[in-house]
């Protein structure tokens, strides 16, 4: 079967084969935060990488919703996500010597607000993506799924911010051919 081939790979191990990871949330993230990407550029939201790339332009739509990103941060699940995200943001691997670490990502000058929330998002992403999570005790795996659903409610408020964004981000997974 063709999906349980994803699963099996060299010395039979499985991807996310530890029981604490939960796989549906993982998916769920990847899913809802690359669909907001394609979103992003679909509705205009779109710069060119160093090659040519289309990439979405984050900083553009930053820059241009601002502190409104924050607008219905008073009360609701996007307050707990801000404030979690912001009491315990998601750190960058490191390398350190000859050693993987984590650490605070470092500021930029002139970080906004909206900016380091969204920077925060994206973190969230390269981890999961990029892998290097060690599952050593119970709480780390409470924190990444704490991390996850923070960053999700992020994106469904993004994504709320711009009907075009919105109208894009509804018409994905269409049947439109994938280069």
Do not use: C
Request: net charge neutral; no cysteine; glycine share 10%.
């Amino acid at each position: 079967m063709y999906s349980e081939g994803l699963n099996r790979f060299p010395g039979g191990s499985r991807v996310f084969a530890d029981a604490r990871v939960d796989h549906d949330l993982a998916a769920a993230f990847f899913f809802a935060f690359s669909r907001t990407e394609y979103a992003l550029k679909a509705a205009g939201w779109a710069k060119s990488g160093r090659y040519g790339e289309a990439q979405p332009d984050w900083d553009g739509l930053v820059g241009n919703f601002g502190a409104r990103i924050f607008k219905d941060a008073e009360a609701g699940e996007l307050t707990g996500a801000v404030a979690y995200l912001e009491a315990n943001p998601p750190q960058q691997q490191a390398w350190n010597g000859n050693l993987l670490s984590w650490r605070p990502r470092p500021a930029r000058p002139n970080d906004t607000r909206s900016r380091i929330l969204i920077d925060h998002v994206k973190t969230i992403r390269n981890n999961l993506f990029h892998g290097g999570k060690e599952l050593r005790d119970h709480a780390l795996a409470e924190r990444d799924s704490a991390l996850l659903n923070a960053g999700m409610t992020v994106l469904r408020h993004v994504i709320s911010l711009d009907p075009e964004v919105a109208n894009a981000f509804s018409a994905t997974g269409t049947g439109r051919p994938v280069a």
